[in-house]
């Protein structure tokens, strides 16, 4: 095993270890069915990918035929060119050179669009994948949203409006360590699209995922703090508003 690069394995038992735990301790949550969905993308992922790196031969036959097609025409037209047999036709000509010069230019740009059109297409799949994970971090965040370590403060009390607090504080602690842990597997599964597809537009999405998943660690670290720090009402579990 080489440990200059993510194993796609590794990260795929880590999401299964990390499901069956939460399942555990806390069996039936939406936060288990989260991690049960994530660790099921985890291990599509590498499939994924292996399907966006396997070459398209259908369509760089098409590609190459169309390419063939265009140049053919081209040579064609060129060749039908008249050079001016006298001064008065080199006015018409230098019309006919303008306009061919023109052709080749759009001829050049379509046979760019054709060349590229392979790379487009694996890069619009990533990023349909990397959207999904970015949706799954979403998800995660909104489990997470209505955890509040204050809950547990001396004097706080309830609203009608105020969610339902059912966990211990040792249980929130637990909630929102795989909150956390949950939000890290998801930036390495993105990683695992950088790591394999060198395409600028897939480097930047992926950042942008692990930017977000690290800063919601980040909220929910302090949330951690909070609860380790905040002073506890008499009964322990005094909710909050």
Not at 40 to 66: H, K, M, N, S, Y
Not at 141 to 150: F, N
Request: contains cysteine; aromatic residues 6%; positive net charge.
């Amino acid at each position: 095993m080489s440990y200059r690069r993510l194993q796609g394995q590794e990260i795929i038992a880590t999401a299964d270890r990390l499901m069956a735990r939460i399942s555990d301790r806390f069996p039936g949550s939406g936060l288990s069915k989260v991690a049960s969905e994530l660790a099921q993308v985890t291990r599509e992922t590498e499939q994924r990918i292996a399907d966006l790196r396997r070459p398209r031969w259908g369509l760089r036959a098409g590609i190459g035929f169309l390419i063939l097609l265009i140049a053919a025409v081209a040579l064609f037209a060129l060749a039908g060119m008249q050079r001016p047999d006298s001064i008065s036709h080199l006015g018409e000509f230098v019309q006919l050179l303008e306009s061919t010069i023109n052709d080749l230019v759009f001829v050049g740009v379509a046979i760019l669009f054709l060349v590229t059109l392979e790379e487009r297409l694996r890069r619009r799949d990533a990023l349909r994948a990397l959207h999904e994970l970015r949706s799954l971090v979403h998800i995660v965040d909104m489990h997470q949203l209505t955890k509040d370590p204050d809950q547990f403060s001396a004097g706080r009390t309830d609203t009608k409006a105020s969610p339902a607090r059912a966990l211990s504080p040792a249980q929130l602690g637990r909630y929102l360590d795989y909150c956390s842990e949950l939000l890290s597997i998801i930036g390495k599964v993105a990683a695992l699209y950088a790591q394999q597809l060198d395409d600028p537009v897939v480097l930047a999405a992926v950042g942008e995922v692990e930017t977000l998943t690290a800063g919601l660690s980040n909220k929910i670290w302090q949330k951690l703090v909070i609860l380790g720090t905040a002073p506890r009402s008499p009964a322990g579990h005094t909710r909050a508003q």
